[in-house]
């Protein structure tokens, strides 16, 4: 078990990726605990993970808001000891599809503050109980939003880059705390939409204006890489499980490709 005994929390933790990285970080022999604001979710993603052998516990929290974020993470370390990984999956709704012309500050500026918001403040929240005992590891989610050029993305593209600037900045940072970044980039996740994902939701408007299915373009979508597929969420979970292993504990400021081709690096 490549986890054994690793305390890692999952803020969005009730999310298609959240669940998916929970029950594959269990099933490696972590201890997992889900952060969420919706308690129901949390609720039914624990019991999954506890119904395959594993361990999970939840708690509470709004990454948008700074002071109660850092209040959520003081009460379960009190609890828990040290956080040796950490990972941000919440999500948030925005405008994928509107050009500049038709775009507003508002709806341009809202992916970034949110996505970006939330990810500064559940990092600056764990960062103090991370890397001392053991290497710590906070892994960051990105798109391939932030290294292409997908028009009707604006806000989300940059949303992206700055997700990819922070954590290599953060790495930088960190390193000599002891505490590896690493962001992890998968392009469309082909099941997600199934698993309950807001992506449904999201691309349902970019489908429907080619007459396709949710699923229809996704499969377009597939034949845009080199391998013909997409990224399932067991690839995007058993992908970030080797990354906050002892096994890539020289990987830092590192952006890991799961695209399937659709970028070649």
């Not at 028009?151 to 900045?169: D, I, N, Q």
């Not at 906050?244 to 695209?259: E, W």
Request: hydrophobic letters at 45%.
């Amino acid at each position: 078990m490549i986890l054994n005994g690793k305390r890692i929390v999952i803020m969005g933790g009730s999310g298609a990726i959240g669940t998916a990285m929970a029950k594959a970080f269990a099933a490696e022999g972590a201890k997992v605990y889900l952060g969420a604001r919706g308690a129901h979710r949390l609720a039914v993603t624990a019991e999954a993970v506890r119904s395959a052998g594993g361990t999970a516990e939840v708690f509470s929290v709004d990454c948008l808001d700074e002071g109660a974020t850092r209040r959520a993470v003081e009460a379960l370390v009190e609890r828990i000891g040290e956080i040796d990984v950490a990972i941000n999956a919440t999500s948030f709704m925005h405008d994928q599809g509107s050009f500049i012309d038709d775009l507003d500050l508002d709806t341009f500026m809202s992916p970034v503050d949110n996505f970006l918001r939330s990810l500064f403040n559940s990092t600056k929240a764990v960062v103090p109980h991370m890397g001392k005992s053991r290497q710590g590891v906070i892994l960051t989610l990105s798109t391939p939003a932030g290294r292409s050029a997908p028009p009707g993305h604006l806000g989300y593209s940059v949303t992206c880059a700055g997700v990819e600037a922070f954590s290599r900045v953060l790495a930088a940072e960190l390193g000599p705390r002891n505490i590896r970044v690493v962001c992890l980039g998968p392009h469309a996740i082909s099941d997600a939409p199934a698993a309950g994902s807001y992506t449904r939701e999201l691309f349902q408007p970019k489908a429907a204006a080619m007459g396709l299915s949710v699923d229809q373009w996704l499969a377009g979508g597939a034949q845009t890489t080199f391998l013909g597929r997409l990224p399932t969420l067991d690839d995007v979970a058993e992908t970030a499980a080797f990354l906050v292993s002892d096994k890539a504990r020289s990987m830092t400021a590192a952006y890991v490709n799961l695209t399937a081709g659709m970028i070649p690096e």
